[in-house]
């Protein structure tokens, strides 16, 4: 969403369809006050002015504070003289303004204007400054909104910012216990994610000797982080500030403090819920408690898509998860309320998190995060609630995928004597009180034996078991009865049973930990968590608890509807639903139960496919004519600002969040019928009003949930998605590759022919580059048909000739490909013919030589003049760091040895042919200027090469066709005569060359995430 859209504000990011935010309008109000104010009089007047409003009362005086505030924020060139006035008139030492800032900073800092936010780092830094009480609280809250595993450049401001004001105010920093052990548990944290660029390392050596030096100078108030200060230092250990504090740590604590005793102390001690819950922003914290919450068991999935997409979809998010099994493990404490109810429980998404680690480093910390409380749990210090998730996902996954189970039991029994080998006795006895407290409580499990002593399990690690925990190993009560953290107790553990297949994928029991197990080819095993599914289970429809909550007259329309035959009279019992909701006297409260029955009664309308198997006018109209569509119906006949739509759309809204599928649906209505022609931006309204309140969010989302039930139906859509929702759909490659990943070739002509015909566009000059790359790492299928999909449009292929700069040409067959054979229509302009020539010179990789000889066949002169130009470009540059920088890429780096590399291959393949590329004036003009300047070592790699341009010089009287040939000659003999090995190596690569292109050399492809199995087909 854009800034200044008609109405917007100057302090949160809108667009026009947003309604007003109240905050917003509210501070904007006051600020309109204080300028009525001030504006037009002297200093001292406005002065004057404002005391004496202030001291009308509390209410007057919040006004000022605020107006004040709000012009800090959104006026940087007044706000030292709005803080001074400020500082002047409040009455309660800024309160009013912390507490404003606290808010802003919890609720609205996403949709903040990035002015504002600057402008608020500015305002806290001065209230620092000023040593004004509850400061720290503030500074607390903005580390707070530093997200983990995120280096966007906005993320990295904020943490380098915040890091300054403490840096700078290192005494203020100093005077609050609780601040010094919150920053040192933050920048720890951050330190992982800041390495690669000069910039983040940089950024890193800051935190380091920050955080070294609160650590050495403050250590005891840094001991009540309690022991995830070790989890968080062991990440760090080999940075060489911390390797010396793990030597104090271990060898010297006294050294550190003198009320130090070592690092037992630390880690018998509890982590406090602060610090785990400082490490999630706001968003993620208010989204997973959504999750524990509200969310049912096996609804979850669309909520995971989007909080993966949001925040886990980066390599550098890797480091998140621990952060988020920790937060679930400490914080999220379900009352028995919600424990007794179908909310999805912890467990369930603690191992969602887990499959969605991709490297082995990620698994085993996540892991570690899993159980860190285990390790040195005391059943009087600690709560079962941070130990019971770990055993609730072995014993949920043993049925469905003894492979989850077994890696979490190996992992287990390994990091015993491999935590902290001198504490291992305390690390087992940590274990066993975990598991023996588990057992007595009977809250989880109440006998471990099956669990333990599984014969799904492998020998080794029930015999590791049995070793470790005999105690545990065997049973009197042979069945394990279980009291699972979300109550559906036996029901849940029918649909475990029942359905266990689709639990998980299939996947072969292996571990993931970091001990090198060697399969049979001697490569190291590398575990996978596979995803887990959903699972729904099938269920009479039984509306009868929700009846009695509903009122009579519309009981008893529902129960009609229950009972209705036909589809007729079902729509008119449907309609009367929808009149009695729209009446005045509708109590809104039962819009929640009224969608529950709603749902229950129409399942069968979100089974099987939407769209008709012969699509016409007639069969469409029909396919519309469902029961429940009445409520989109009466949605397109509505003005939007009238009560009734919004009335209509909380029921939406409603069934939504209990049917995932009526977003499609819905979709589908406003695509198919004739009464909502026109009406398609009915569903940004419905989107709005989700619990999601995103449009872009809800598209992909609903998009996918169709992709997964109705491919037909997809493509059918995706014209008027494309169409109607151009700034969602084309700005990334999210959509592009939910569809490519699923449609056949029949489907992919059909899309082709769309945008050939104008229906449908699916990429814009401005994005369409970013997307391709994106796609370099879709399978290959879906990479063939994104490219015919681009290649229907008519962009020039200069917009995206910068790509050639990704592409390798072992890993990105498919993508050069496409690209040659678009090249080779093409007329060479300069910069394409910059970015040919900028690919490493590799002799597998034939792409430049290909297009390059190609260009000397159809556009000889034009080539030359290009490669005359770029030859004398880089020629003039310093020879240590010659590179041409593209307009359009910094990536692009072309060397004057590449170029001369690339030509001497072209060279060798036209040797033995007619053309004479290499005896045209441009060309030849170009060698000579080169090698008069460059030095022996270039000289002597590229004789043959130069050797053209001394034929050029030697003889340039005569006609170009016989100095070509004698340039093509000659070379060859004087070499052959001085440099017997070389000239092997020539011929032979001349020849292959040859061979190269009269007969194009096949290399294996392997599909992306795939076995070799079905090579064939591929």
Same mark, same amino acid.
């Given at each position: 969403?854009?800034?200044?859209?008609?109405?917007?504000?100057?302090?949160?990011?809108?667009?026009?369809?947003?309604?007003?935010?109240?905050?917003?309008?509210?501070?904007?109000?006051?600020?309109?006050?204080?300028?009525?104010?001030?504006?037009?009089?002297?200093?001292?007047?406005?002065?004057?002015?404002?005391?004496?409003?202030?001291?009308?009362?509390?209410?007057?005086?919040?006004?000022?504070?605020?107006?004040?505030?709000?012009?800090?924020?959104?006026?940087?060139?007044?706000?030292?003289?709005?803080?001074?006035?400020?500082?002047?008139?409040?009455?309660?030492?800024?309160?009013?303004?912390?507490?404003?800032?606290?808010?802003?900073?919890?609720?609205?800092?996403?949709?903040?204007?990035?002015?504002?936010?600057?402008?608020?780092?500015?305002?806290?830094?001065?209230?620092?400054?000023?040593?004004?009480?509850?400061?720290?609280?503030?500074?607390?809250?903005?580390?707070?909104?530093?997200?983990?595993?995120?280096?966007?450049?906005?993320?990295?401001?904020?943490?380098?910012?915040?890091?300054?004001?403490?840096?700078?105010?290192?005494?203020?920093?100093?005077?609050?216990?609780?601040?010094?052990?919150?920053?040192?548990?933050?920048?720890?944290?951050?330190?992982?994610?800041?390495?690669?660029?000069?910039?983040?390392?940089?950024?890193?050596?800051?935190?380091?000797?920050?955080?070294?030096?609160?650590?050495?100078?403050?250590?005891?108030?840094?001991?009540?982080?309690?022991?995830?200060?070790?989890?968080?230092?062991?990440?760090?250990?080999?940075?060489?500030?911390?390797?010396?504090?793990?030597?104090?740590?271990?060898?010297?604590?006294?050294?550190?403090?003198?009320?130090?005793?070592?690092?037992?102390?630390?880690?018998?001690?509890?982590?406090?819920?602060?610090?785990?819950?400082?490490?999630?922003?706001?968003?993620?914290?208010?989204?997973?408690?959504?999750?524990?919450?509200?969310?049912?068991?096996?609804?979850?999935?669309?909520?995971?898509?989007?909080?993966?997409?949001?925040?886990?979809?980066?390599?550098?998010?890797?480091?998140?998860?621990?952060?988020?099994?920790?937060?679930?493990?400490?914080?999220?404490?379900?009352?028995?309320?919600?424990?007794?109810?179908?909310?999805?429980?912890?467990?369930?998404?603690?191992?969602?998190?887990?499959?969605?680690?991709?490297?082995?480093?990620?698994?085993?910390?996540?892991?570690?995060?899993?159980?860190?409380?285990?390790?040195?749990?005391?059943?009087?210090?600690?709560?079962?609630?941070?130990?019971?998730?770990?055993?609730?996902?072995?014993?949920?996954?043993?049925?469905?995928?003894?492979?989850?189970?077994?890696?979490?039991?190996?992992?287990?029994?390994?990091?015993?004597?491999?935590?902290?080998?001198?504490?291992?006795?305390?690390?087992?006895?940590?274990?066993?009180?975990?598991?023996?407290?588990?057992?007595?409580?009977?809250?989880?499990?109440?006998?471990?034996?099956?669990?333990?002593?599984?014969?799904?399990?492998?020998?080794?690690?029930?015999?590791?078991?049995?070793?470790?925990?005999?105690?545990?190993?065997?049973?009197?009560?042979?069945?394990?009865?279980?009291?699972?953290?979300?109550?559906?107790?036996?029901?849940?553990?029918?649909?475990?049973?029942?359905?266990?297949?689709?639990?998980?994928?299939?996947?072969?029991?292996?571990?993931?930990?970091?001990?090198?197990?060697?399969?049979?080819?001697?490569?190291?095993?590398?575990?996978?968590?596979?995803?887990?599914?959903?699972?729904?289970?099938?269920?009479?429809?039984?509306?009868?608890?929700?009846?009695?909550?509903?009122?009579?007259?519309?009981?008893?329309?529902?129960?009609?509807?229950?009972?209705?035959?036909?589809?007729?009279?079902?729509?008119?019992?449907?309609?009367?639903?929808?009149?009695?909701?729209?009446?005045?006297?509708?109590?809104?409260?039962?819009?929640?139960?009224?969608?529950?029955?709603?749902?229950?009664?129409?399942?069968?309308?979100?089974?099987?496919?939407?769209?008709?198997?012969?699509?016409?006018?007639?069969?469409?109209?029909?396919?519309?004519?469902?029961?429940?569509?009445?409520?989109?119906?009466?949605?397109?006949?509505?003005?939007?600002?009238?009560?009734?739509?919004?009335?209509?759309?909380?029921?939406?809204?409603?069934?939504?969040?209990?049917?995932?599928?009526?977003?499609?649906?819905?979709?589908?209505?406003?695509?198919?019928?004739?009464?909502?022609?026109?009406?398609?931006?009915?569903?940004?309204?419905?989107?709005?009003?989700?619990?999601?309140?995103?449009?872009?969010?809800?598209?992909?989302?609903?998009?996918?949930?169709?992709?997964?039930?109705?491919?037909?139906?997809?493509?059918?859509?995706?014209?008027?998605?494309?169409?109607?929702?151009?700034?969602?759909?084309?700005?990334?490659?999210?959509?592009?590759?939910?569809?490519?990943?699923?449609?056949?070739?029949?489907?992919?002509?059909?899309?082709?022919?769309?945008?050939?015909?104008?229906?449908?566009?699916?990429?814009?000059?401005?994005?369409?580059?970013?997307?391709?790359?994106?796609?370099?790492?879709?399978?290959?299928?879906?990479?063939?048909?994104?490219?015919?999909?681009?290649?229907?449009?008519?962009?020039?292929?200069?917009?995206?000739?910068?790509?050639?700069?990704?592409?390798?040409?072992?890993?990105?067959?498919?993508?050069?490909?496409?690209?040659?054979?678009?090249?080779?229509?093409?007329?060479?302009?300069?910069?394409?013919?910059?970015?040919?020539?900028?690919?490493?010179?590799?002799?597998?990789?034939?792409?430049?030589?290909?297009?390059?000889?190609?260009?000397?066949?159809?556009?000889?002169?034009?080539?030359?003049?290009?490669?005359?130009?770029?030859?004398?470009?880089?020629?003039?540059?310093?020879?240590?760091?010659?590179?041409?920088?593209?307009?359009?890429?910094?990536?692009?780096?072309?060397?004057?040895?590449?170029?001369?590399?690339?030509?001497?291959?072209?060279?060798?393949?036209?040797?033995?042919?007619?053309?004479?590329?290499?005896?045209?004036?441009?060309?030849?003009?170009?060698?000579?200027?080169?090698?008069?300047?460059?030095?022996?070592?270039?000289?002597?790699?590229?004789?043959?090469?130069? @050797?053209? *341009?001394? =034929?050029? /010089? +030697?003889?340039?009287? $005569? &006609?170009? #066709?016989?100095? !070509? %040939?004698?340039?093509?000659?000659?070379?060859?003999?004087?070499?052959?005569?001085?440099?017997?090995?070389?000239?092997?190596?020539?011929?032979?690569? @001349?020849? *292959?060359? =040859?061979? /190269? +292109?009269?007969?194009? $050399? &096949?290399? #294996?492809?392997? !599909? %992306?995430?795939?076995?070799?199995?079905?090579?064939?087909?591929?």
């Amino acid at each position: 969403a854009g800034a200044g859209a008609p109405g917007g504000g100057r302090l949160l990011l809108s667009t026009s369809l947003d309604a007003k935010d109240e905050l917003e309008e509210r501070l904007e109000r006051c600020m309109s006050i204080v300028t009525s104010m001030t504006t037009g009089v002297s200093e001292r007047e406005a002065n004057d002015a404002l005391n004496a409003y202030v001291c009308k009362g509390p209410p007057q005086h919040e006004e000022i504070c605020l107006g004040l505030f709000t012009l800090v924020l959104t006026e940087p060139t007044q706000a030292q003289k709005c803080y001074r006035d400020l500082a002047l008139v409040t009455r309660d030492g800024m309160n009013i303004v912390l507490n404003k800032i606290n808010q802003i900073l919890m609720e609205k800092y996403l949709k903040l204007q990035d002015t504002c936010r600057t402008q608020l780092v500015w305002l806290v830094r001065e209230l620092v400054k000023s040593g004004v009480l509850g400061a720290d609280g503030v500074c607390m809250t903005f580390m707070k909104q530093i997200a983990g595993g995120d280096i966007t450049a906005k993320n990295i401001w904020l943490a380098e910012s915040v890091l300054d004001i403490l840096t700078e105010q290192r005494e203020w920093v100093l005077k609050s216990s609780i601040l010094i052990a919150m920053t040192v548990y933050t920048y720890l944290r951050l330190i992982v994610d800041h390495h690669g660029t000069a910039q983040l390392q940089a950024l890193r050596q800051k935190e380091v000797d920050f955080c070294i030096s609160l650590l050495r100078e403050r250590f005891m108030e840094c001991l009540m982080i309690g022991r995830d200060l070790v989890r968080l230092l062991q990440n760090v250990a080999r940075i060489p500030e911390f390797e010396l504090l793990w030597k104090d740590i271990i060898h010297n604590p006294q050294a550190l403090s003198p009320q130090f005793t070592g690092i037992l102390q630390l880690l018998q001690s509890r982590t406090s819920r602060k610090f785990l819950a400082c490490r999630l922003t706001p968003d993620m914290e208010t989204k997973l408690l959504f999750m524990t919450s509200r969310v049912r068991f096996g609804q979850q999935k669309r909520y995971q898509d989007w909080f993966q997409r949001q925040y886990l979809s980066t390599p550098d998010s890797q480091s998140l998860r621990c952060d988020l099994i920790r937060y679930i493990c400490g914080v999220v404490h379900p009352s028995n309320e919600v424990l007794s109810s179908d909310i999805l429980p912890r467990w369930a998404i603690i191992g969602w998190l887990l499959t969605t680690c991709t490297s082995n480093v990620a698994a085993s910390n996540a892991k570690l995060a899993l159980f860190y409380d285990w390790l040195f749990f005391s059943p009087d210090k600690d709560s079962i609630m941070n130990i019971e998730p770990a055993i609730l996902v072995m014993h949920h996954s043993m049925k469905p995928h003894p492979a989850i189970t077994a890696t979490l039991l190996d992992f287990m029994c390994r990091i015993i004597p491999n935590f902290y080998p001198p504490l291992e006795g305390h690390v087992r006895q940590g274990v066993f009180s975990s598991l023996n407290h588990i057992v007595r409580s009977g809250s989880c499990v109440r006998h471990l034996a099956p669990l333990f002593d599984n014969p799904k399990l492998d020998k080794e690690l029930r015999a590791m078991l049995r070793e470790k925990f005999p105690e545990f190993c065997s049973s009197p009560s042979p069945p394990v009865e279980v009291k699972i953290e979300e109550p559906v107790s036996m029901e849940m553990d029918n649909h475990m049973s029942d359905k266990d297949e689709s639990c998980y994928d299939n996947a072969e029991a292996a571990f993931s930990d970091d001990e090198e197990d060697l399969n049979s080819k001697g490569k190291k095993k590398e575990f996978r968590f596979p995803p887990i599914k959903e699972t729904v289970g099938e269920e009479p429809v039984d509306i009868t608890p929700y009846l009695d909550q509903l009122d009579e007259s519309l009981r008893d329309k529902v129960l009609q509807l229950q009972k209705g035959s036909d589809t007729e009279a079902q729509c008119e019992v449907m309609q009367e639903i929808v009149d009695q909701v729209l009446e005045e006297d509708f109590d809104s409260e039962q819009l929640s139960v009224l969608a529950s029955c709603l749902q229950e009664l129409f399942k069968a309308h979100f089974r099987g496919e939407v769209l008709p198997e012969e699509v016409t006018e007639e069969s469409l109209e029909e396919s519309v004519g469902k029961p429940l569509y009445l409520i989109f119906r009466n949605l397109c006949q509505m003005q939007e600002d009238n009560s009734s739509f919004s009335l209509l759309l909380d029921l939406l809204s409603e069934l939504y969040q209990r049917q995932p599928k009526i977003g499609y649906h819905l979709l589908y209505y406003l695509r198919a019928s004739k009464a909502a022609a026109g009406k398609m931006n009915l569903y940004e309204s419905f989107a709005q009003a989700t619990q999601l309140g995103d449009l872009h969010t809800c598209l992909m989302m609903d998009m996918k949930a169709c992709q997964e039930d109705d491919v037909r139906l997809l493509c059918h859509l995706t014209p008027s998605i494309y169409t109607e929702f151009p700034d969602e759909t084309l700005r990334s490659g999210e959509l592009l590759n939910m569809i490519v990943a699923v449609i056949d070739s029949a489907q992919l002509q059909e899309l082709v022919c769309h945008v050939m015909m104008g229906n449908l566009v699916m990429f814009r000059k401005d994005s369409v580059l970013n997307i391709l790359i994106q796609s370099l790492e879709w399978e290959t299928f879906e990479q063939y048909c994104a490219w015919q999909l681009f290649l229907a449009h008519n962009i020039p292929l200069e917009t995206i000739i910068p790509i050639l700069q990704h592409l390798k040409y072992k890993e990105h067959p498919e993508a050069l490909s496409c690209l040659l054979l678009q090249l080779r229509r093409e007329k060479p302009s300069e910069e394409m013919v910059k970015m040919v020539l900028s690919r490493p010179c590799h002799p597998d990789d034939q792409f430049t030589t290909s297009i390059l000889r190609h260009w000397c066949m159809k556009h000889d002169e034009l080539l030359a003049e290009h490669i005359k130009s770029l030859l004398i470009k880089n020629n003039s540059l310093p020879r240590k760091r010659q590179s041409l920088r593209s307009s359009s890429s910094k990536l692009a780096q072309l060397t004057l040895e590449q170029i001369l590399e690339h030509l001497d291959n072209l060279r060798l393949n036209l040797t033995n042919t007619k053309q004479n590329f290499f005896s045209q004036t441009p060309i030849l003009q170009a060698l000579q200027h080169v090698q008069a300047s460059c030095d022996e070592a270039h000289k002597m790699k590229f004789s043959d090469l130069f @050797s053209l *341009a001394e =034929e050029y /010089e +030697d003889s340039s009287t $005569k &006609p170009p #066709k016989s100095r !070509r %040939k004698a340039a093509l000659s000659s070379p060859r003999s004087r070499k052959n005569a001085t440099q017997p090995p070389n000239a092997e190596e020539e011929s032979g690569s @001349s020849s *292959a060359s =040859e061979e /190269e +292109d009269t007969k194009p $050399k &096949p290399t #294996k492809r392997k !599909r %992306k995430g795939s076995s070799a199995v079905g090579s064939d087909s591929d």
